[in-house]
Structures are given as structure tokens and as C-alpha cells.
């Protein structure tokens, strides 16, 4: 059987395509109504108004710019959209068992034992910038998250440096493809503008060439400029209201996540270098290559070894090797000192019985209790030996204890093994 590649057995809500080339978000298909709102217009306006603008310079070739300019900023911003929605976000890979967990010993009831508890913090404390910032244990990921990092509850994915989801991209918005997110909002802000100004200019062109040309002539005249001002200014207030809510955020190093999430707490920005500082390091930083290997092959997890726990009362020795030979042999063990009880007390019964028959006293019926009695303690000896068996010492030493404590109840030698096994 085939080995699996990563992204054909990955546990988030991506989708992939081209063999994992290309990942995108559960969302993805919320892309072509993006490409469509790009590309449509534009050839609404390369066909109904940068063709006819072509004649109305003085000079050949720079009517032809206004069509060439169009064309090019128009692929310029679709390359930009592939390379936020296309890419790792900058996805941080699940771990397949928790971290490392943290052994501490906590006093059992009255016994004055120790049990082992597993525990493990859900927040910690890293240091940045000489200030600490919380991080908290993220239980989908099963890891710690980084400073800035947040999981997502549409890709299913923690994300570094995590600023939003972005519905129109279909994709997570982080450390690996802010830059061209933004990129990509101010590109598409200045597209509209252009669009929007040769769009009035050719309405003012169409005045211009008719006398006594007014607004409404012009715009029976092409109907598809005032249709492309009314689109443009619209869009307009949505990507140009992002492009400079996000050169405030650059400015200030904070992500949308951060700002929506504690604008109101007023605590120190850690993250924050100076707006020079920060804007270089969203625009000229190295970015990071990817952590997922999406088209690797799946490689088998070697298993952890456990490691030892040592509670007391119990020996180092007895923590390997396989538990069942050594219960059967206590079982053995219970079962042979269970015979010699028993022999003992028929021994001392009839013992008992000749030095009364001898000393002439009164013989009382007394054996049908002593048999009961007999028969009592051979039962807590085989319960406590039973139970004994559950400790995995294996040695003579527990055996003995139980013989010698004959007495002692099977509740107690149970709260005392069900303390062990905890």
C-alpha cells in the first residue's frame, strides 16, 4: 500500500489542490465571487471606455497606456489575491500527544501515601521584549500556542501571528501572507480610483465633444461609465476603509484579532518597535518558510516510552517485564498459604479438644464457631493475598505482611490497592 502524503491525511479544514501545491481555506469557493468583482468590471472598462479613450490624446501611444495600465494592475492584484488565499497562512503543525506532561506527588487520604497526578499547566508565561505575555494550551492542537497566535475556528488550524479570516480571500490571514494581504487591499484600492477617474474623465470627454453637451447626454451616451463611478465608489469605502485601518495597525504593530480583542483592556503593546520599525518589519522582514511539508509522506510516530513513576511502597525492578506471570504467582503464593492456615487450625483444634478431653473439663460446643472462625480467617488471608497480587512487587515480602496481619479487613487492603493503581 502506497505511503499517504501529508496534505491527503491532514486533520484541519483546508482544501488542497494540484497535489498540495496549493492550499486554501474550507471557504474557497468564496474566491471566484472575489475574482468575478475584479475581473468583470475591468472589462467593462477596457471595452466601453479605455477603447474609446485611445483617440483623445494628442499622442497615439498614450491612449493605448490607459488600456495597457488596466490590463496590468488588474493581473498585478489577481497575483497578489492567489498569493494570500494560495498559500500557508503560516499554520503551526498539531503535535500528535501533549506536551511533556508534568509528574507531581500529592498526599492519598490517611494512609500517609503518595499517588502520581498527571498535570500540566492550560497558560504559561514567555518572556518578550523584556516583558511576559501569556500563551495558552491550545487542546485542538494539543501544543502551546506562540505570542500573537490564535486558532481558528474555520480552517480548524492554529495560525502565527494571526490576524483575521478572511471571507472574500478564503483563507486565514497571518505571519506568511499578511504582506501580500495587504498588498494585495491597496492595490485593489488604487485600481479603483483609476477606474473611477477615467470613468468621469470620459464622461467629461463626451461633454466636451457635443455643444451644449450636459451631464445627461453624456450619460445616455455611456451609461456603462456612470455604472462603473457608482461601482467603484462604493467599493471604494470597504477596501479602502481596510487599507488604511490596516496602515494603522502596521503602524502600530497590532493585529485586527489583537485590536478588536483588547482595545478596551488598555494593556502595553509588547510587540510594538516604533512605526518605522514596524512597517519594515511587515515589508522588508525574511518570511518565514513553511512548517508543513503538505506534499511529504506520512511517516509512522515512534511511541514515547513512559516514563518510570516510582510511587511508595513499590520497587523500582517491578515496573518492567509482563504483570501476568508475576500475579499468577502470587495467586499461587495466597493459595498455598491459605492451605497451611487452614492445616494449622484443624491442628490446634484437635489439639484444644484432647488437652480438655485430658484435663477433664467441661466440653463446650464451641467447634462449629471455631471452624467459622477458622473458615473467616482463611478468608481474609486469600482476600488480602488476592488483593496483594495487585502490586506488582512479586515478592515475599507483601506475602509475609498478609500472613502476618491475618486480621486485616478486605475493605482496607482494597482502598489500599485501588490507592496504588491511581
Known amino acids: 500500500m502506497a505511503a499517504k502524503r501529508v496534505y491527503q491525511v491532514w486533520k484541519g479544514s483546508n482544501k488542497f489542490i494540484f497535489g498540495g501545491r496549493l492550499v486554501f481555506g474550507p471557504d474557497a469557493r468564496s474566491l471566484l465571487i472575489t475574482l468575478s468583482l475584479i475581473i468583470v468590471p475591468v472589462i467593462i472598462f477596457c471595452v466601453f471606455v479605455a477603447r474609446h479613450l485611445r483617440h483623445e490624446f494628442s499622442s497615439y501611444y498614450s491612449g493605448y497606456a490607459i488600456l495597457v495600465v488596466a490590463i496590468l494592475f488588474t493581473i498585478i492584484v489577481l497575483v497578489l489575491l492567489c498569493l494570500t488565499s494560495a ?66 475556528s474555520i480552517c480548524n488550524n492554529c495560525v502565527e501571528r494571526f490576524d483575521h479570516h478572511c471571507p472574500w480571500v478564503g483563507q486565514c490571514i497571518g505571519l506568511r501572507n499578511y504582506r501580500y494581504f495587504f498588498l494585495f487591499v491597496s492595490s485593489a484600492t488604487i485600481l479603483c480610483i483609476y477606474v473611477f477617474s477615467l470613468s468621469a474623465f470620459y464622461i467629461k470627454v463626451l461633454m466636451d465633444n457635443n455643444d451644449n453637451g450636459t451631464v445627461w447626454k453624456a450619460i445616455k451616451e455611456s451609461p456603462a461609465s456612470v455604472i462603473l463611478m457608482a461601482y467603484c465608489f462604493i467599493s471604494l469605502w470597504f477596501v479602502g476603509g481596510l487599507t488604511g485601518f490596516h496602515l494603522y495597525l502596521i503602524g502600530t504593530n497590532q493585529t485586527t484579532y489583537e485590536n478588536f480583542r483588547y482595545r478596551a483592556d488598555g494593556r502595553i503593546n509588547v510587540f510594538n518597535q516604533g512605526c518605522l520599525n514596524n512597517f519594515l518589519e511587515v515589508f522588508c522582514k525574511e518570511i518565514n518558510p513553511s512548517r508543513n511539508n503538505f506534499r511529504g509522506f506520512v511517516q509512522e510516530e515512534v511511541q514515547r516510552p513512559l516514563a518510570p513513576v516510582f510511587a511508595r511502597g513499590r520497587e523500582p525492578d517491578d515496573l518492567g517485564g509482563d504483570r501476568r506471570p508475576k500475579v499468577e504467582a502470587d495467586l499461587d503464593i495466597g493459595e498455598d498459604l491459605l492451605k497451611i492456615s487452614q492445616r494449622k487450625n484443624i491442628e490446634e483444634l484437635d489439639e484444644e479438644i484432647r488437652s480438655r478431653g485430658s484435663n477433664g473439663a467441661p466440653h463446650n460446643t464451641t467447634e462449629p464457631d471455631s471452624i467459622l472462625s477458622s473458615d473467616h480467617r482463611a478468608t481474609t488471608i486469600q482476600s488480602n493475598a488476592r488483593h496483594s497480587s495487585w502490586d506488582r512487587s512479586g515478592n515475599w515480602e507483601i506475602a509475609q505482611d498478609v500472613f502476618a496481619n491475618s486480621n486485616v479487613t478486605e475493605s482496607r487492603s482494597y482502598v489500599t490497592s485501588k490507592e496504588m493503581r491511581q
Open 87 to 152: 498559500r500557508d497562512p503560516g499554520i503551526i503543525p498539531r503535535n500528535s500527544h501533549p506536551p511533556e506532561e508534568e509528574f507531581r506527588y500529592e498526599s492519598s487520604g490517611g494512609a500517609g501515601q503518595q499517588t502520581p497526578t498527571l498535570q500540566f499547566p492550560r497558560t504559561k508565561e514567555v518572556m518578550v521584549n523584556g516583558l511576559p505575555v501569556r500563551v495558552k494550551y491550545c487542546e485542538t492542537c494539543m501544543l502551546y500556542r506562540p505570542p500573537r497566535c490564535s486558532h481558528c
